[in-house]
Structures are given as C-alpha cells and as structure tokens.
C-alpha cells in the first residue's frame, strides 16, 4: 500500500504539509488520523485522488472519512474516479444512495459573504466579538446549492439514474465558528429552482 503522504509536493497544501511531517501533538494526531483512514481507503482511491489530497487537503479528507465511515458500517461502496458524485453506496436490496461531499472555506477576499475570525493582538489577551451568522449560513447554503446543481446534472446525464437517493454531505469545519457547540446553521435547497433558503 503506498503511503499517503509520500510525496513532498512544494504546492501542497499547508496542512498537508503540516501533518506529513508533524511537529506537534495536534499534527501527529491527524496523521495518525489519515494513516488509520487509509489503510481502508486505498483500494477506492484514484491517483487523482491522491494528487487532490496533497492541494485540496480537507475536502479531499472528508471524502475519505465519508467512505470509510460507510465501509465501517459494512455498507458495499464504489468511489468513481471522475464524473460522478464522490461515494456510491450499493444496499443489499438493490437500493443505490451517492453522496457528494463537500468542505466549504471561510472565503476569500473577493466574496462579500467571506467569515473572518479576529484575532487577538500578540501579547493581549483575547476578547469577546461578534459572530457572522448570517455570511456563515450563507457560505454553508452556497456550498449546498453548488453540490445540488452538481448532483442535478448528474441525474441529467443518467450518471444518477431515477430511482436513485443522492444526498449532499458538508463539513462546515472550514468556516470560522460554524461548528460551535449548541449553535445549529440549518440550509435546504430547492433541486427544482436552485433557491436555498436558511435560518439558524
């Protein structure tokens, strides 16, 4: 089994750098994460796949967890290279479920929905600030309307046949506050119009 964090790739993401060679506590952690993960993983995994992990960490981790978290529960998967959702899920009654993950960021400058965290001045202590729940939940229905008109395409195209469940997984670990505890940011979305709607 080749090992996932074999090459030493100078555009990969930082937090693939970070846990390829861990200096800390938090970093020896996740690699002994990744390399748990793997060892089931492999198998499914695509030399795409293990070019996206280096540059798109995260989303590429959570599509792993996705799929072993199924195997794990001893459910028959597939994971298609390219041109269909991430995970493909065959139950024994013949039923067919894909599930489209997703880890949506914080944002970049040019979006005007972009989630900032403060943070406190070197040598000051940290001090209490406002939280953006509405750019957080907007950001969370964005990613959600992406993977939905992704997974409508997919039906179009017959990759999803009629029969079929699909099922947008997210991981708001990304996003700044988005995971805090007792705070819950719901999205839907209508596969028919495209229009999200959220609260929280």
């Not at 992990?53 to 794990?72: D, G, I, S």
């Not at 965290?117 to 969370?140: F, H, L, N, W």
């Not at 719901?186 to 709607?197: D, I, Q, S, W």
């Amino acid at each position: 089994m080749r090992n996932l964090f074999a090459v030493d790739d100078p555009n990969a993401d930082a937090a693939y750098k970070d846990i390829r060679a861990p200096k800390g506590e938090g970093a020896a952690v996740a690699r002994a994460n990744c390399d748990d993960l793997w060892r089931d993983f492999a198998p499914y995994a695509s030399e795409h796949f293990r070019v996206e992990f280096r540059r798109h960490f995260h989303q590429r981790w959570f599509e792993m967890y996705l799929a072993v978290a199924l195997l794990r529960a001893g459910l028959t998967i597939e994971c298609p290279p390219k041109g269909a959702p991430d995970v493909r899920v065959q139950h024994r009654d013949g039923r067919v479920l894909w599930l489209e993950g997703i880890a949506p960021t914080g944002g970049d400058e040019s979006t005007s929905d972009r989630v900032v965290q403060p943070r406190a001045t070197p040598g000051e202590s940290s001090v209490a600030y406002y939280v953006p729940r509405d750019q957080i939940a907007i950001r969370i229905c964005g990613a959600l309307r992406e993977k939905a008109a992704r997974l409508m395409a997919y039906r179009q195209r017959g990759v999803i046949g009629p029969e079929h469940q699909a099922v947008v997984a997210i991981n708001v670990r990304g996003i700044p506050d988005a995971a805090l505890r007792g705070r819950t940011f719901r999205a839907c979305c209508n596969l028919r119009t495209g229009a999200t709607v959220h609260d929280a």
